[in-house]
């Protein structure tokens, strides 16, 4: 699947100095993954296992808020 064909979330932080910036830094799907990676680093064989599970649950976490 493209990478830009998922959604993201928009920022997880949106800017609060000047809202036309164009640095967006971390996206809500980055945010929600990042949040539950430590428990998948623990229960998987290797990063890229973990990696893949932990965008899969914040994929769901998206799906869930529509």
Known sequence: MDPKSIPDGGPAFPPMHDPDTHASG???????AAKVIPEFLELCGSYATAAKEAYAVADAMLAARE
Do not use: S, W
């Open 26 to 32: 971390m996206t809500l799907r980055d945010y929600f």
